[in-house]
């Protein structure tokens, strides 16, 4: 699985161009459930062609439009396509539920 590390100026070009699965996570490098996720998330089978990290501490501008609260955080988004929250706990098969949930939902634009 590819690791793709984005920022304010990098997020919205990579996600409307990158073809198939995207999970992207929202972290910090002071968080310990941040730094379990970016352990964790690279060796778990998981339907997703990358995994997007976003700093939450140098990204305002990606923290404030994505609504983020808490941290890890992750949403979907699918040949450009944003299908929303993944709202799981760091456990594939859980992960996984929680991506195919979101996906039988209705895309909307990228924030």
Same mark, same amino acid.
């Given at each position: 699985?590819?690791?793709?590390?984005?920022?304010?100026?990098?997020?919205?070009?990579?996600?409307?161009?990158?073809?198939?699965?995207?999970?992207?996570? /929202?972290?910090? *490098?002071?968080? $310990?459930?941040?730094?379990?996720?970016?352990?964790? =998330?690279?060796?778990? @089978?998981?339907?997703? +062609?990358?995994?997007?990290?976003?700093?939450?501490?140098?990204?305002?501008?990606?923290?404030?439009?994505?609504?983020?609260?808490?941290?890890?955080?992750? /949403?979907?988004? *699918?040949?450009? $396509?944003?299908?929303?929250?993944v709202?799981?706990? =760091?456990?594939?098969? @859980?992960?996984?539920? +929680?991506?195919?949930?979101?996906?039988?939902?209705?895309?909307?634009?990228l924030?």
């Amino acid at each position: 699985m590819e690791q793709i590390e984005l920022n304010d100026g990098t997020a919205d070009r990579f996600l409307l161009d990158a073809a198939g699965l995207s999970l992207v996570v /929202f972290h910090s *490098r002071t968080c $310990a459930d941040c730094r379990l996720a970016r352990e964790q =998330l690279p060796g778990m @089978d998981l339907p997703v +062609q990358r995994v997007c990290w976003v700093d939450a501490g140098e990204n305002g501008g990606l923290v404030q439009r994505y609504e983020v609260f808490f941290l890890p955080t992750m /949403f979907v988004v *699918r040949d450009g $396509a944003f299908y929303g929250p993944v709202q799981a706990r =760091l456990q594939e098969w @859980d992960i996984r539920q +929680q991506i195919s949930l979101a996906l039988d939902g209705y895309p909307g634009i990228l924030p």
